[in-house]
C-alpha cells in the first residue's frame, strides 16, 4: 500500500548520533514520523479528540464538569425522568463506568435518582435545581470560549460538514 506523505510526516532529518543505544531519530530535538498512522481516519479522529477535549476542561474547569459529565447533565435536562440505562445506552457509557459517573454527580447534588412508577427495578435520573444551576453556567462556558474556538477555528461550512460525517460515521459505521 503506497501512502502519500502529507504534513503530519515532516520532521526534521536526524543528525548523526553517538553510540548512546537510541535509535536515529529518538532525540528529544526530532519528531516521530507518523508515516501511514497519519493517513488513519481512527488515529486522526482520536488526536482531535484529544484536543478536543483538553479545550472543554479548560473552558469548564471552575465547574470541574468533564465532557460525559457535561453531556449526562444535557441529556438529563433535554428528557427529564428518563431511566439510567437509556441516558447510558445513549451516550454509549457501560453500565459500571455510568454508575461511578453518577455517584459522583448525585454526591455534587447535581442529579437525583429515584425509583421509577413504572418499574421498581428501575431508576429515574432528575437534575437538581443546583444542577440546572451548574448547566447553565457551563453551556454558557462551552458556547462563549469552546465553540466559539472550534467555530473560528473551522469556519461555518466546514464546522456543518464535519459534524454531517461524523454522524454519518456514527449512524452507520
Known sequence: MTVSKTAADAVKPARPRENLGEPD?????SALRLGELSELLGYSLKRAQLKVFEDFLRCVAPLQLTPAQFSV????????????????????????????????LESRDFCARMRSTNDRRSHILVLTDKGRAVLARAKKLVAAKHEARLNELLGPANRVALL???????REF
Open 25 to 29: 531519530g529518538a532525540g528529544e530535538d
Open 164 to 170: 454531517e460525517m461524523l454522524a454519518k460515521i456514527a
Open 73 to 104: 447533565l444535557l441529556l438529563l435536562d433535554n428528557n427529564p425522568g428518563r431511566n439510567q440505562t437509556e441516558i447510558a445506552n445513549t451516550l454509549g457509557i457501560l453500565r459500571p463506568n455510568f454508575v461511578a459517573m453518577l455517584d459522583g
